[in-house]
T-cell receptor, first 115, second 111 residues
Framework: SAVISQKPSRDICQRGTSLTIQCQVD?????MFWYRQQPGQSLTLIAT?????????ESGFVIDKFPISRPNLTFSTLTVSNMSPEDSSIYLC????????????FGQGTRLTVV | GDSVTQMEGPVTLSEEAFLTINCTYT??????LFWYVQYPGEGLQLLLK?????DKGSNKGFEATYRKETTSFHLEKGSVQVSDSAVYFC??????????FGKGTLLTVNP
């Protein structure tokens, strides 16, 4: 299994500002992902965080809005830039230890409210 | 594209009642299917999974069978407990490792 720590657990931010969310894993992992859960909606994949290269973004998500870093195999950050109230969501970090189709582990999430 | 449709909640049951949460999916190929659970204040945890047709996943008294003919993966438990109160997510994954989730179903079990 894996223990995933996300920081902060929650925040209230002013529109127009940016917030960086950190994800720390207690072991080296190949695959790291960032998801968003908007109020009343399902989880949606934002991007795959690739170690040593640019993240791979899903349709509807762009690097300028959600820059991601992955400096090593245990750590990643997601920044929500130039925030608006529509960005109010829970953001979750996820890792897959065995390379897919087995089990994904999730952090507790960061609950973001933009006012 | 891939999609997962879950029974809408909330679902409220009395302790020891029978639980079914319906889940159907749309995907090409042969996805793996999962049920995740999110207890209050905690992160998502894998509850059970099935990786091929007719497989049955089971854990903590919960079961779900991968039905390719009906593209379904319904979650069942014969006797729920108060501690089962949580949000349940059905999800699928294909070989690209990415999970596609349903909207989640809030279950409340009353004593």
């Amino acid at each position: 299994s894996a223990v995933i720590s996300q920081k902060p657990s929650r925040d209230i931010c002013q529109r127009g500002t940016s917030l960086t969310i950190q994800c720390q894993v207690d072991s080296q992992v190949t695959m790291m992902f960032w998801y968003r859960q908007q109020p009343g909606q399902s989880l949606t994949l934002i991007a795959t965080a690739n170690q040593g290269s640019e993240a791979t973004y899903e349709s509807g998500f762009v690097i300028d809005k959600f820059p991601i870093s992955r400096p090593n195999l245990t750590f990643s950050t997601l920044t929500v830039s130039n925030m608006s109230p529509e960005d109010s969501s829970i953001y979750l970090c996820s890792v897959d230890l065995a390379g897919g189709n087995t089990e994904a582990f999730f952090g507790q999430g960061t609950r973001l409210t933009v006012v | 594209g891939d999609s997962v449709t879950q029974m809408e909640g909330p679902v409220t049951l009395s302790e020891e009642a029978f639980l079914t949460i319906n889940c159907t999916y749309t995907a090409t190929g042969y996805p793996s299917l999962f049920w995740y659970v999110q207890y209050p204040g905690e992160g998502l945890q894998l509850l059970l999974k099935a990786t091929k047709a007719d497989d049955k996943g089971s854990n903590k008294g919960f079961e779900a069978t991968y039905r390719k003919e009906t593209t379904s993966f319904h979650l069942e438990k014969g006797s729920v407990q108060v501690s089962d109160s949580a949000v349940y997510f059905c999800a699928l994954s294909r070989s690209n490792y990415k999970l596609t989730f349903g909207k989640g179903t809030l279950l409340t079990v009353n004593p």
